[in-house]
């Protein structure tokens, strides 16, 4: 991943799933962040996705994905990949299962803007618990 992204102290998520005015991403852009994360766990889309991604681009701030699915995944237009394995899951889709379909399923992922994340689900009653 071409951004050093360890040195990074504040990322926020925006949902690709979530309509957001252009002056509140303005607001949430500028306001110091390190980076941005487009990540969302239900009805995220390439499409939504990109959309997203050109509203924020005019920025100079790095843009990470954090695909919920690997139908979500893109790599042009961003600076890495963020892939999530939910360690407190009881169902081993969400800890393994999406990746070995998806490594399976895609020759052409960009391993260099990979980066495994350990994710830890802490509200249950979120979309991501209930998944």
Do not use: C
């Amino acid at each position: 991943m071409k951004e050093d992204w360890k040195n990074w102290r504040h990322i926020t998520k925006l949902d690709p799933d979530k309509e957001m005015p252009k002056e509140s991403v303005a607001d949430i852009v500028t306001s110091g962040t390190d980076a941005l994360m487009l990540s969302g766990t239900l009805n995220v889309t390439k499409e939504n996705l990109t959309q997203l991604r050109e509203q924020v681009k005019e920025y100079d701030v790095p843009m990470v994905v954090e695909p919920a699915d690997p139908s979500g995944a893109i790599f042009d237009g961003v600076s890495g990949l963020f892939v999530p394995s939910v360690l407190n899951t009881p169902d081993p889709t969400w800890f393994i299962g999406k990746h070995s379909y998806w490594v399976k399923k895609d020759k052409n992922i960009k391993w260099d803007m990979v980066v495994p994340e350990a994710y830890i689900v802490l509200n249950p009653d979120s979309s991501v618990g209930r998944v």
